[in-house]
Protein backbone atom coordinates (compact mmCIF):
# COMPACT_ATOMS: atom_id res chain seq x y z
CA UNK A 1 0.00 0.00 0.00
CA UNK A 2 1.23 3.17 -1.00
CA UNK A 3 0.42 6.35 1.01
CA UNK A 4 0.50 9.65 -0.31
CA UNK A 5 -0.08 13.13 1.53
CA UNK A 6 -0.51 16.91 1.03
CA UNK A 7 -1.02 19.70 3.38
CA UNK A 8 -3.56 22.76 2.12
CA UNK A 9 -4.86 25.95 4.04
CA UNK A 10 -7.92 28.16 3.92
CA UNK A 11 -9.64 30.01 6.50
CA UNK A 12 -13.27 30.52 7.22
CA UNK A 13 -15.80 31.36 9.49
CA UNK A 14 -18.88 29.06 11.23
CA UNK A 15 -20.68 29.68 14.65
CA UNK A 16 -22.09 26.20 16.06
CA UNK A 17 -26.23 26.00 16.51
CA UNK A 18 -27.44 24.61 19.59
CA UNK A 19 -23.99 25.05 21.69
CA UNK A 20 -23.61 26.71 24.74
CA UNK A 21 -20.29 28.28 24.60
CA UNK A 22 -18.44 30.12 22.90
CA UNK A 23 -17.92 28.93 19.59
CA UNK A 24 -22.02 29.49 19.19
CA UNK A 25 -20.78 32.85 18.36
CA UNK A 26 -19.22 33.67 14.69
CA UNK A 27 -15.69 33.35 14.89
CA UNK A 28 -12.87 32.23 12.41
CA UNK A 29 -10.01 29.55 11.66
CA UNK A 30 -7.00 29.28 9.95
CA UNK A 31 -7.33 25.56 8.71
CA UNK A 32 -4.89 23.51 8.38
CA UNK A 33 -5.66 19.87 6.28
CA UNK A 34 -3.73 17.26 5.85
CA UNK A 35 -5.00 15.14 3.11
CA UNK A 36 -3.72 11.22 2.77
CA UNK A 37 -4.51 9.31 -0.16
CA UNK A 38 -3.46 5.41 -0.78
CA UNK A 39 -3.57 2.69 -3.46
CA UNK A 40 -2.03 -0.95 -4.31
CA UNK A 41 0.04 0.30 -7.54
CA UNK A 42 2.10 3.04 -8.98
CA UNK A 43 1.31 4.41 -12.53
CA UNK A 44 4.02 3.96 -15.63
CA UNK A 45 6.57 6.97 -14.00
CA UNK A 46 6.52 4.93 -10.51
CA UNK A 47 3.73 7.57 -8.89
CA UNK A 48 0.91 6.90 -6.96
CA UNK A 49 -0.71 9.83 -8.24
CA UNK A 50 1.27 13.26 -9.59
CA UNK A 51 1.41 15.67 -6.87
CA UNK A 52 0.23 17.97 -8.89
CA UNK A 53 -3.19 16.24 -10.08
CA UNK A 54 -4.18 15.62 -6.11
CA UNK A 55 -3.20 19.71 -5.27
CA UNK A 56 -5.55 20.43 -7.77
CA UNK A 57 -8.69 18.50 -6.57
CA UNK A 58 -7.89 19.84 -2.99
CA UNK A 59 -7.68 23.14 -4.16
CA UNK A 60 -11.26 22.84 -5.83
CA UNK A 61 -12.90 21.74 -3.32
CA UNK A 62 -10.99 24.25 -0.63
CA UNK A 63 -11.66 26.87 -2.52
CA UNK A 64 -15.32 26.61 -1.54
CA UNK A 65 -14.90 27.26 1.66
CA UNK A 66 -11.54 29.59 1.65
CA UNK A 67 -12.71 33.11 3.48
CA UNK A 68 -16.50 31.68 3.59
CA UNK A 69 -18.99 31.43 6.35
CA UNK A 70 -19.32 27.90 6.73
CA UNK A 71 -22.68 27.85 8.04
CA UNK A 72 -24.04 29.70 4.58
CA UNK A 73 -22.80 26.41 2.82
CA UNK A 74 -25.50 24.08 1.49
CA UNK A 75 -23.83 21.33 3.01
CA UNK A 76 -24.40 22.56 6.53
CA UNK A 77 -28.13 23.76 6.21
CA UNK A 78 -29.02 20.44 8.39
CA UNK A 79 -26.05 20.07 10.30
CA UNK A 80 -23.32 22.11 12.37
CA UNK A 81 -20.04 22.67 11.12
CA UNK A 82 -18.19 20.84 13.70
CA UNK A 83 -14.57 19.95 12.87
CA UNK A 84 -15.97 15.82 12.52
CA UNK A 85 -18.08 17.05 9.79
CA UNK A 86 -15.75 19.44 7.81
CA UNK A 87 -13.52 16.72 7.86
CA UNK A 88 -16.37 14.64 6.30
CA UNK A 89 -17.34 16.85 3.89
CA UNK A 90 -13.94 17.45 2.93
CA UNK A 91 -12.78 13.54 2.01
CA UNK A 92 -15.88 12.79 0.34
CA UNK A 93 -15.83 15.82 -1.97
CA UNK A 94 -12.21 15.24 -2.73
CA UNK A 95 -12.87 11.70 -3.75
CA UNK A 96 -15.52 12.60 -6.18
CA UNK A 97 -13.18 14.66 -7.89
CA UNK A 98 -9.95 12.62 -7.82
CA UNK A 99 -9.65 11.22 -10.88
CA UNK A 100 -6.83 8.86 -10.80
CA UNK A 101 -7.34 5.22 -11.38
CA UNK A 102 -7.43 2.76 -8.39
CA UNK A 103 -6.31 5.32 -5.51
CA UNK A 104 -8.60 5.98 -2.84
CA UNK A 105 -8.96 9.09 -0.08
CA UNK A 106 -7.62 7.62 3.07
CA UNK A 107 -8.09 9.93 5.60
CA UNK A 108 -8.59 13.95 5.97
CA UNK A 109 -6.81 15.69 9.31
CA UNK A 110 -8.20 18.68 9.84
CA UNK A 111 -6.41 21.38 12.21
CA UNK A 112 -8.70 23.89 13.75
CA UNK A 113 -6.24 25.48 15.61
CA UNK A 114 -2.01 24.50 15.65
CA UNK A 115 -2.96 21.70 18.41
CA UNK A 116 -6.35 20.59 17.29
CA UNK A 117 -7.08 18.46 14.92
CA UNK A 118 -9.73 15.35 14.00
CA UNK A 119 -9.10 12.76 11.62
CA UNK A 120 -11.83 11.24 9.69
CA UNK A 121 -11.60 7.88 7.54
CA UNK A 122 -14.13 5.44 5.88
CA UNK A 123 -14.54 1.80 6.42
Known amino acids: MYLLTVTRRFCAAHHLRDYDGKCANLHGHNYRVEITV ?3 RLDET ?3 VDFAILKAACDEVLA ?3 HANLNELPEFAERNVT ?3 LAQT ?14 EVSEI ?3 ET ?3 ATIYREG
Do not use: C, K, T, W
Request: net charge negative; hydrophobic share 40%; glycine share 12%.
Open 64 to 66: RFD
Open 38 to 40: AGE
Open 83 to 85: AEH
Open 109 to 111: RLY
Open 90 to 103: IYRQIGERLAAPGV
Open 114 to 116: EDS
Open 46 to 48: GML
